[in-house]
């Protein structure tokens, strides 16, 4: 998500699972649909029987979805972005771009500041102490009229193209082969399938899912695939886009209501710690527009933020007090899942609630965890399963190896009900809220989630109300609305998400006419008010549940376009788009790029089609409003300005624990030098005189994370833990399928059973032959399964440096027969 | 169309006619390979149908689990890894399990009467109640399906859901399949069905894909599609031309009588060892833990 909204403008799958369907070439790649997203793969297949679709595959093991695949194509873990600088070179040099589209949807002709620099390994700004870029030369260079300046002949030396063709021009396919181990004919074949998409009327679409979230550089893998789509042509397109398949069925959700630790609902961020005046912190996120008539829909932070601060404290939140903006925590540093064990572990964080989160099997480094769980004075988890974390403190021997009695962590186990039990919408990757109804009553004393929290609040409340404290405020004065106050329905949630009228609200052009009375759902965030008029939980999800009732539990598959665009089943966000920036499927005069994927078109008058037109309805194409309308310009970044953290461009990074030891395209910088690495962690990574092998974490398709060893079907279907190793390594070390192994890394050791395989291939790297191991995650000292070892006991602390996500696809690992 | 009549064909050890008032049509399941991703929904919607639990076992080296066909395990995939030409890796995934012989070399086999069945739809069925845990039909099977539970010594195998095609549902499996690797209609939809993947598989560079309804068996009510129809044995040992054993023909003709008399021999020694010396006793089964 960290890479998907600085290039488009919004952080999800640029289209939606039905859609795969319309692709004409499908890569897998970072991901492995058929393992991790079965039900979703049908539309691969479907793509296959019935569009003639060409699927490939590239990953470092042949997967269930390379089975199916035409053409199956090895790579080194962690090589991505050799492998796509590759393709975005060659689809320069062999002028296989969409022109029309390049020229006009995307920031290619925009001049970039003299001051930006790449040279040997780093961008301009990098302070080596703080290891962190000051990005101020990330940015375009502005004209005297207030905006990015232009050059549509591409003649300027600093324009996006090209410096895009410089960054790129090193990525030579024998730069690709030699850090990505696949053969150099086979990159070129996939290249020259890539680039038969760069017509109008086919396209490619790129699916991932954790194989690139999981790195130290995931953000800018995804957002070299954006590239090589944005010069295909195929954003905004039927059967195109960037689908980043997401690894939980709410995990979707979680993002879009915010709960990430720097985030408010619906993306607005929270404030720093120096942003105390409230004006300065809209005037900040409120963009500017960059090129002229351009939507720039981002103008409207104020309208959003405000409606949130109304629905969290209604009356409280006035004009006056600045709708309550000092309520808000501010942050001094950011709060990801990283920093808690580390706080943890320095004795700075005591207590600790986990919902529906097994962080002990979730987060790399299993020691460190243990270490930081028992320095916690308590330790809450709402889970409807005795989870591996809420056991952390039993001793199962070899498993969990912990002194029981030296811990004092004292932990309160609240139980939850599962999905089945409970009403609520999941929201899928393709961002559709699906409504589901409860199956039957959860277990026991076993309680929603709601209901726990809410139980708690009041408790917390009525505690704050009694012996006051330092600033009980937010506390007391916050909304609580529930008819049944200590158990609050998920359609009363749904409701305040989508958002109300608190005054009777009249049409902009004709101030006479009312049209929502107070007290009424809004249709959509396009009637929210900054004037405090209005309230919404969460802007992205207006239009879920109106006056007309729950959108999210329509159930009407009627296609009548045929490509799969369900606009009566369930609800989308935004507004019930169903593929984003589909203005961007016409082209520049409003016509469809495709006349057989016809989504949005204009009719002469406004803006119609078989979706709704993600756009401004009634804007001409004449007045030359971009398609990416969440953007400040319009575009689409091919540059990405000053919104990642290491560097505009992607730039091919090595793992932290590189199994080649160098990079190289610049010795000097080896790994991504804008990455946050922890004291104490960095001494922990490993090198390849003991560790000398490419060790990947992943996910079978008989489990689900940590939750299916408890369950018995699964269990029987995968019933004990195994590693996966090719037969080249596997004779070396004079391993048998079915041996007991000893898996290591600098961090610990697991033992698991030894799948020998063909499918894992040695792949020859920079002079050395580079075996993987691969490591599936499912088992655990918890469940009915057999008991294993969290996989996490040998992964490295080190986190993308933009969304701190995990490095688990990419670390070094010694193997032996036990 | 009456997928559902439950009239009997053909029963095991058994001379009496059978009914052929009502006309069926012949059903079959069609097993997509190229298709398959392995998954085994197929195999967990089994069990729960089934409501049959195989044992949590072990890993042995490989994908494949349960590692074989139970009286549990009605179904199982299987895995294969191979290069049908040097340098290009396939990995082969079969569902493997009853086939649905039109002409069963169980049912041929089983002295049983009305052990095995045949309906007129097509479907191969074990009454388990009239097994007598011999084994013989597994010695008929040309494809190696049937097995002994060991929780009650009867032979267990795929019905093809025969209880939900009654109540004209389609097969467990067929249902849970999420890729549409699984299909079930008529033998006749589902061999144009199949026509049309070999068109597309053909395209793809498989020119010799086609579809496994082997003729030695009379065809079969459960039938793949095949990336390489002409080399069946690269799945997992798929035979190429399966046929009843000629041990079982032999059976049926010159030694059936005799071994009839044998069993009957048997039986009337067992009763009267049974008045002489009482019934066995038998410890009850360890119970699951």
């Known amino acids: ?818 | 169309m009456p997928l559902q009549s439950l009239d009997i064909t053909r029963r095991s050890a058994t001379t009496t006619a059978s009914p052929h008032q009502r006309q069926t049509a012949e059903v079959a399941k069609l097993i997509d390979v190229s298709k398959c991703i392995g998954c085994k929904a197929c195999q967990v919607a089994c069990m729960e149908w089934n409501d049959v639990r195989d044992e949590i076992g072990s890993n042995a080296g490989v994908l494949d689990n349960p590692p074989d066909l139970s009286g549990a395990s009605w179904t199982v995939m299987r895995y294969s890894e191979v290069e049908p030409e040097p340098g290009k890796l396939e990995w082969l995934i079969r569902k493997d399990g009853c086939m649905h012989c039109t002409d069963p070399g169980c049912l041929k086999a089983c002295p049983a009467p009305g052990a095995i069945i045949q309906y007129s739809n097509g479907i191969v069925d074990f009454h388990e109640e009239n097994c007598i845990g011999c084994g013989y039909c597994i010695t008929g099977c040309p494809f190696n399906i049937p097995r002994i539970s060991k929780k009650d010594g009867k032979v267990y195998k795929c019905t093809l859901c025969s209880d939900r095609i009654a109540v004209g549902l389609e097969p467990a499996c067929i249902k849970a399949c999420p890729t549409g690797s699984l299909v079930f209609g008529t033998k006749e939809d589902m061999k144009q069905h199949a026509a049309d993947r070999i068109v597309d598989l053909n395209r793809r560079g498989y020119p010799n894909a086609g579809l496994y309804d082997p003729p030695g068996v009379g065809g079969t009510h459960v039938m793949y599609v095949l990336q390489h129809a002409d080399r069946p044995n690269l799945y997992h040992g798929l035979p190429k031309d399966p046929a009843i054993s000629p041990m079982v023909a032999l059976w049926k003709g010159v030694t059936k009588p005799l071994m009839s008399l044998g069993i009957g021999l048997a039986v009337l020694a067992g009763f009267f060892h049974y008045v002489k010396a009482g019934p066995n006793e038998v410890e009850e089964e360890e119970t699951e833990k």
């Open chain 1, 1 to 818: 998500m960290a890479s998907l909204a600085p290039t488009f403008g919004r952080g999800a799958m640029t289209n939606h699972w039905v859609d795969i369907k319309n692709a004409n070439v499908i890569v897998v790649m970072g991901g492995n649909a058929a393992e991790a997203h079965p039900c979703g793969f049908k539309w691969v297949t479907e793509a296959k029987a019935h569009n003639q679709a060409k699927f490939i595959v590239i990953d470092p093991r042949f997967t269930r979805s390379a089975a199916l695949a035409d053409i199956y194509v090895p790579i080194r873990t962690g090589t991505d972005i050799a492998f796509l600088g590759g393709v975005i070179n060659y689809l320069l040099s062999h002028d296989k771009i969409q022109h029309e589209y390049v020229k006009a949807y995307t920031n290619a002709a925009l001049i970039v500041n003299e001051g930006y620099k790449f040279e040997d390994g780093l961008f301009s700004g990098y302070d080596a102490p703080t290891h962190k870029y000051d990005r101020s030369s990330w940015v375009y260079e502005m004209g005297t009229d207030g905006y990015a300046k232009i050059d549509e002949t591409f003649q300027h030396p600093r324009c996006v193209l090209n410096l895009l063709k410089q960054h790129y021009a090193r990525y030579t396919p024998e730069v690709v082969a030699n850090i990505t181990g696949t053969p150099k004919e086979q990159f070129l074949q996939v290249c020259e399938i890539l680039a038969t998409t760069a017509v109008p009327t086919l396209t490619t679409t790129f699916m991932y899912a954790l194989g690139w979230t999981q790195h130290s550089v995931g953000s800018q893998m995804i957002r070299a695939a954006a590239m090589v789509q944005l010069l295909l042509g195929n954003v905004g397109m039927p059967g195109g886009g960037i689908n980043a398949l997401r690894g939980h069925s709410n995990i979707q959700g979680l993002t879009d209501l915010g709960l990430l630790s720097n985030l408010l609902p619906g993306y607005l961020t929270l404030a720093a710690d120096k942003e105390t005046d409230y004006q300065a912190y809209l005037d900040k996120r409120t963009s500017k527009p960059l090129r002229p008539n351009q939507f720039n829909y981002w103008s409207n932070y104020p309208k959003f933020h405000v409606s949130l601060m109304k629905a969290w404290w209604g009356d409280k939140a006035t004009k006056e007090n600045n709708w309550c903006y000092d309520y808000l925590p501010k942050m001094d540093m950011g709060y990801d899942i990283l920093r808690h064990f580390e706080l943890m572990n320095q004795g700075k964080m005591n207590g600790y609630f986990c919902q529906g989160f097994n962080p002990l099997a979730s987060i790399p480094n299993k020691q460190k965890l243990i270490a930081g769980l028992s320095k916690l004075k308590f330790l809450v988890v709402i889970d409807p399963l005795a989870t591996d974390t809420s056991c952390f403190w039993e001793n199962h021997g070899e498993y969990n190896d912990v002194d029981s009695a030296k811990i004092m962590t004292e932990v309160i186990r609240l139980p939850s009900s599962c999905f089945a039990e409970e009403n609520g919408s999941l929201t899928n990757s393709g961002r559709w809220l699906q409504w589901h109804w409860k199956g039957q009553e959860p277990p026991g004393e076993a309680m929603d989630d709601a209901a726990i929290i809410a139980n708690i609040f009041l408790r917390l409340r009525e505690l704050y109300r009694k012996e006051g404290g330092a600033f009980p405020d937010p506390i007391l004065n916050l909304t609580w609305p529930y008819k049944i106050p200590d158990a609050p329905s998920a359609e009363e949630l749904a409701m305040e998400y989508n958002g109300k009228a608190l005054a009777d609200l009249t049409d902009p052009k004709d101030p006479t006419k009312v049209i929502l009375k107070a007290g009424q759902q809004v249709d959509g965030y396009g009637q929210l008010k900054d004037d405090g008029t209005t309230a919404s939980g969460c802007w992205l999800f207006s239009g879920s549940f109106t006056e007309k009732g729950n959108m999210m539990a329509r159930r009407d598959n009627s296609d009548p376009s045929g490509l799969g665009n369900t606009l009566n089943w369930a609800f989308a966000w935004p507004a019930n788009r169903r593929i984003l920036y589909n203005r961007a499927s016409a082209d520049p005069t409003g016509k469809p790029w495709d006349p057989n994927r016809r989504l949005v078109w204009w009719d002469g008058t406004k803006w119609t089609g078989v979706d709704v037109p993600d756009f401004k309805a009634d804007s001409a194409p004449s007045e030359g409003m971009s398609p990416f309308i969440m953007q400040a310009e319009g575009l689409g970044r091919l540059f990405a300005l000053d919104n990642m953290a290491e560097g505009p461009f992607p730039e091919h990074y090595e793992p932290f624990e590189t199994p080649i030891g160098t990079n190289p395209l610049h010795p000097k910088v080896v790994s991504n030098p804008a990455a946050r690495v922890f004291k104490g962690d960095f001494e922990q990574f490993g090198k390849t005189d003991k560790f000398p092998y490419a060790g990947t974490t992943y996910r079978l398709t008989e489990h689900f994370h940590y939750w299916t060893k408890h369950a018995r079907l699964a269990a029987i279907t995968q019933p004990e833990q195994f590693v996966e190793i090719g037969e080249e390594l596997a004779k070396e070390k004079g391993i048998k399928a079915g041996d007991m192994v000893k898996v290591s890394s600098n961090r610990g050791q697991i033992k698991a059973k030894a799948v020998v395989t063909k499918r894992i291939k040695p792949l020859q790297v920079d002079g050395k032959t580079i075996h993987h191991v691969g490591v599936p995650i499912h088992w655990g000292f918890k469940g009915i399964a057999k008991p294993g070892y969290l996989a996490n006991t040998l992964t490295p602390v080190v986190g993308d440096a933009n969304s701190q996500t995990p490095e688990f696809k990419s670390f070094l690992v010694n193997v032996e027969k036990v």
